[in-house]
């Protein structure tokens, strides 16, 4: 990923896109970032038992326009932001199209409905884009708008398990810890993401060793000025391993998507679906991508 950095933020006028627009913002202007907010309506083709009514049509969008010129009060003078209507048959499909139309590099959504507060809950939005974006998704959780305003984004935890696929990750945290300056720590689970039946004696080894891998591969991708350390996760399960851990307010956690899904594409995998229940800090979903599509 190279240039300016540009976010598309999924806003509706509810305290989740309230939250989604609050985390944007701190990233936006601790990266660099153009901001662009954007509101979904629905489609002219959008039913046939809802005829389109063109006095209505200018309503919803002026009332969408209102809506968004609110939430961009709240963005700091600092970022450069602007504010989209879009049209769309559903809220993830405009999201994707407005992506597409602006080159944006992530998108930002916040949590939906009914999940505590400082946690995650996916709705029908996000799991469309987890299933069909090719770029970094931004997981939002409840109640993000109340950190401090100058949070920043002072560290980025790299979450990498056993399997294959950690090139995309760490070239991600690499980009934005240089356009950042945070710091970057390494989370192996590897100790939690191995089969119940496998002798802890070999847990601990298996642990020590993924450790000293992550961090000479992270140590030769990120730069020279970016600070890194590796924390191996421990206990019962992945939930309980993320409980443990220490978080910062305005710290991002990076996975990565399923060893299943197409390169290229998102699909929250067991590992993230199950960090999701205890992070209280923002995930960014990012895509797998091959080394050898990457050179072409």
């Known amino acids: 990923m190279t240039g300016r950095l540009r976010l598309v933020v999924g806003y509706?006028?509810?305290k989740a896109g309230k939250d989604a627009v609050a985390f944007a913002s701190r990233f936006a202007a601790a990266s660099g970032a153009d901001l662009?907010?954007?509101?979904?309506?629905?489609?002219?083709?959008r039913s046939v038992i809802t005829p389109p009514n063109a006095a209505y049509d200018r309503y919803l969008e002026g009332q969408a326009r209102e809506w968004l010129a609110e939430a961009a009060a709240a963005v700091p003078d600092t970022v450069e932001h602007a504010e989209h209507v879009r049209y769309a048959e559903s809220f993830g499909e405009?999201?994707?199209?407005t992506a597409e139309e602006l080159s944006a590099t992530h998108i930002v959504v916040g949590a939906a409905d009914g999940g505590r507060r400082g946690r995650h809950r996916l709705g029908t939005t996000t799991n469309e884009l987890l299933h069909v974006s090719d770029i970094p998704v931004i997981l939002v959780p409840k109640g993000a708008r109340k950190a401090p305003a100058?949070?920043?984004?002072?560290?980025?935890?790299?979450?990498i398990?056993?399997?294959?696929g950690a090139d995309a990750l760490i070239d991600e945290a690499a980009t934005l810890a240089a356009a950042t300056g945070a710091s970057v720590r390494l989370l192996s689970l590897v100790t939690v993401d191995l089969p119940a039946s496998v002798?802890?004696?070999?847990?601990?080894?298996?642990?020590?060793?993924?450790?000293?891998?992550?961090?000479?591969t992270a140590q030769a991708a990120l730069s020279a000025g970016s600070a890194s350390e590796v924390v191996v996760a421990r206990g019962e399960s992945i939930e309980d391993a993320v409980s443990h851990l220490e978080w910062e307010p305005g710290e991002i956690v990076?996975?990565?998507?399923?060893?299943?899904?197409?390169?290229?594409?998102?699909?929250?995998g067991s590992t993230a679906a199950k960090m999701l229940h205890e992070l209280p800090v923002p995930m960014m979903v990012v895509p797998r991508t091959r080394k050898e599509e990457g050179q072409k």
Request: glycine fraction near 10%.
């Open 12 to 14: 509706t006028a509810t």
């Open 36 to 45: 662009h907010l954007v509101q979904i309506l629905p489609a002219e083709g």
């Open 94 to 97: 405009g999201l994707l199209e």
């Open 150 to 159: 100058d949070a920043g984004l002072p560290r980025l935890t790299v979450a």
């Open 161 to 164: 398990g056993t399997r294959p």
């Open 199 to 216: 002798d802890t004696g070999v847990i601990r080894i298996a642990g020590a060793a993924h450790a000293d891998q992550v961090l000479q």
């Open 254 to 268: 990076l996975v990565g998507s399923s060893r299943l899904a197409q390169p290229k594409r998102l699909f929250l």
